[in-house]
């Protein structure tokens, strides 16, 4: 029995040496300066990756490939002891990776890359798009993230206060940037140069941290120019709070709805030191720009060789002549300084596979849209076939046109460009898998939205329209604001759409439009009257669109041949009699916030005011909805000379809704020709 309890002695004696030594050895590892560098691949690497990053077959790292809404991860699979263990301060440390951003839709990306250090390998709940991989929206900007990233982000994302759609960023535990600047570098006389970080090329960036000087530096260069003496980016910060003792290194990155593959080719990081530099001839090669050209006489020329001259000749004639008849397009010299959002009608003919019935979308007052997938990309679009027949003021609308194509907002439909053939106009969009609004609303819909659905899609719209108001760098009048025009994508998020009559204009000045345009129902009398478009009437519209969809009505709807009821009218009567929640739709059944409901119904009546001053802006909207300031007493607003007064009531005294409806049914739901209108100079 003794001989037992002294061999389980020896035993216990000699494991507890054993994890001492484990102890000593993992200490010691930790401890000391840590350095690696990745310069001919990232095969024998070991790095840790989740998400969709991946490992190329000749050493690339591939975050992110072809794939909407995804993020990926990729870190150094060891913990790194950031910290001095004698004060307790984050020691100096340097970085250095080659990256490229790749995209298939040109001037557009999907969200860019961050260098991130952080406690753990993986960044759990996490989201794509605007938040990099990084965070998500209830964490967003916590102290107790503990994350220290260097952003190099390609989209601008207002609700983080980017500075544009290129640029580098520090992050301190939040996407708001402490530090930011455009993307660029300093030539050797101290001149600034752009850089697009979408560009597809390789350029390599330094990160630094002095631990002592407590600096941060970002260095930002093409592959093939040395690294310069000043930084893009200096900040100053003590990162000692932010970083624990162990903390990871690696890289976040995130896609949208635009296919974007982010590649790192080499990485290089020093504890306390200087990161080892590349070799660049040794660096992976990215996959080739476009496809490799073939040789056209070894397609064409050694079969057209043995067949007759004079037959080909004539077959070849015969076949050109058809073949440019059937994709000629109208394409001025003025076009070409907005390359890339001139789509090519033969590409969106086969995207559309010959704009098939099968695959037609819808058919609206000004067109008929298509679901397309465009050949080599395969991205989704939808198509819009407007008809032009005038040629007066197209400089002007195209211009227009791509310009709408920088919006950028979450909740607007992205415009991506334009062709013009013949006698018609084709409009490109993202293409919105849920399809319109007013799918979900009329008609005995499928599938019928609850109240916290149509809340959120209201207030998602009312942004957008926020935004085009008075957060872009001009002022953008949608002009067509309605259900139908309003889309949903995956997630049931209400996007804004269809841009074609839509008309900007500088801050401050006033719109010169003249032209009437529109849908019936939605017209703001003082549009009716002058033609003249502002934000006033857009919110007019905004106000039959909300009405629209808690009432799940149309503006103006025929009962029969001599009843017509007007939306506003009846939703005003229900409001009269104190018994405004009776306007609802039925289909909203009992789960609904009577709070919310009474809220948007009274602010449709607001923002249908027959004067123009009365209406509240996108800005009040907003913050209505979001319950950041009261709304009036409706009963005791009434329109003085100053504008909005407290008075008795005369609110609703002159409603603008007298609009033909018993003896002219066409009125319902059509819009106003847009031919002319379009062409115009508007």
């Known amino acids: 029995m003794n001989r037992i309890k002294k061999h389980y002695s020896i035993i216990i004696i000699m494991s507890l040496k054993l994890v001492l030594v484990l102890y000593f050895l993992v200490t010691v590892v930790a401890s000391k300066d840590v350095s690696f560098i990745y310069n001919n691949g990232f095969q024998s690497s070991h790095l840790y990756l989740d998400g969709i990053a991946e490992l190329t077959s000749n050493g690339l790292l591939r975050l992110t490939n072809d794939t909407n809404q995804e993020k990926a991860h990729a870190f150094y699979p060891n913990p790194i002891l950031f910290k001095n263990t004698s004060n307790g301060s984050v020691s100096s440390f340097s970085t250095t990776f080659v990256f490229a951003i790749r995209h298939e839709i040109p001037v557009i990306s999907g969200h860019g890359i961050v260098f991130v250090v952080s406690p753990t390998k993986g960044l759990p709940n996490s989201l794509p798009s605007q938040y990099l991989g990084l ?3 209830s964490n967003n900007g916590n102290s107790s993230n503990h994350v220290f990233g260097v952003e190099l982000d390609t989209i601008q994302s207002s609700e983080f206060n980017d500075i544009n759609g290129n640029h580098v960023g520090i992050d301190i535990n939040d996407l708001k940037s402490a530090n930011s600047t455009p993307a660029g570098y300093y030539d050797s006389n101290g001149q600034k140069k752009n850089l697009t970080l979408i560009s597809g090329y390789p350029m390599q960036v ?25 930084p893009l980016l200096s900040f100053v910060k003590d990162l000692s709070p932010i970083l624990h003792n162990s ?15 982010h590649y790192i080719l080499g990485w290089s990081f020093r504890l306390n030191g200087q990161a080892q530099n590349f070799v660049i001839s040794e660096l992976p090669k990215l996959p080739r720009l476009g496809k490799k050209k073939e040789s056209k006489f070894l397609t064409f020329g050694l079969p057209l060789i043995l067949l007759s001259l004079v037959f080909m000749s004539i077959l070849g004639a015969i076949y050109f002549i058809k073949r440019r008849k059937k994709f000629a397009e109208l394409l001025e010299d003025w076009e070409d300084e907005y390359g890339p959002h001139r789509f090519k009608f033969k590409d969106l003919y086969f995207a559309t596979k010959g704009f098939r019935e099968k695959e037609l979308l819808g058919v609206g007052g000004f067109g008929r849209v298509y679901k397309g997938v465009m050949p080599g990309s395969k991205l989704e679009v939808a198509v819009k076939r407007v008809s032009h027949e005038s040629r007066q003021g197209m400089r002007e609308f195209v211009s227009e046109i791509v310009s709408i194509g920088r919006l950028c907002h979450r909740n607007l439909v992205p415009l991506l460009g334009y062709c013009r053939r013949k006698g018609e106009l084709l409009l490109v969009y993202d293409y919105m898998p849920n399809g319109s609004l007013d799918n979900y609303l009329y008609n005995q819909p499928k599938m019928s939205l609850n109240w916290s659905q149509r809340f959120r899609i209201i207030k998602g719209v009312a942004t957008g329209l926020f935004y085009l108001h008075e957060e872009w760098e001009q002022v953008v009048i949608h002009r067509d604001i309605k259900a139908s025009n309003v889309l949903l994508d995956g997630e049931l998020n209400g996007r804004l759409g269809d841009f074609g009559l839509a008309r900007l204009y500088d801050h401050g000045v006033d719109p010169q439009t003249t032209h009437l345009v529109g849908t019936i129902g939605y017209l703001a009398p003082e549009h009716t009257r002058t033609g003249k478009a502002t934000k006033f009437s857009d919110v007019f519209a905004f106000g039959a669109f909300l009405l629209e969809v808690v009432c799940g009505r149309r503006p103006i709807n025929h009962v029969n041949e001599s009843e017509t009821i007007i939306l506003v009218d009846y939703v005003f009567d229900c409001w009269k009699r104190g018994e405004i929640l009776e306007a609802k739709d039925i289909n909203l059944g009992t789960d609904y916030s009577s709070e919310e409901v009474e809220l948007v119904l009274k602010l449709g009546l607001m923002c249908s005011h027959s004067e123009p001053l009365a209406r509240p802006s996108m800005r009040q909207v907003v913050q209505y909805l979001e319950m950041d300031i009261p709304l009036p007493d409706l009963s005791l607003l009434s329109l003085s000379s100053s504008g909005l007064a407290f008075g008795h009531n005369e609110f609703f005294e002159d409603f603008p809704m007298s609009y033909p409806s018993s003896t002219d049914k066409t009125f319902t739901q059509t819009s106003v020709s847009v031919t002319d209108s379009l062409l115009s100079s508007g």
Not at 213 to 218: A, E, F, L, R, T
Not at 221 to 229: G, S
Not at 247 to 261: C, I, K, N, P
Request: charge should be positive; glycine fraction near 6%; aromatic fraction near 12%.
């Open 247 to 261: 903390m990871y290194v690696g890289f976040s990155s995130a896609t949208g709805s635009v296919h974007t593959s």
């Open 206 to 230: 330094w990160i630094e941290y002095d631990g002592e000087k407590k600096k941060i530096d970002v260095t930002l260069v093409p592959i093939n120019v040395v690294k310069p003496k000043q």
């Open 135 to 137: 965070f998500n929206k």
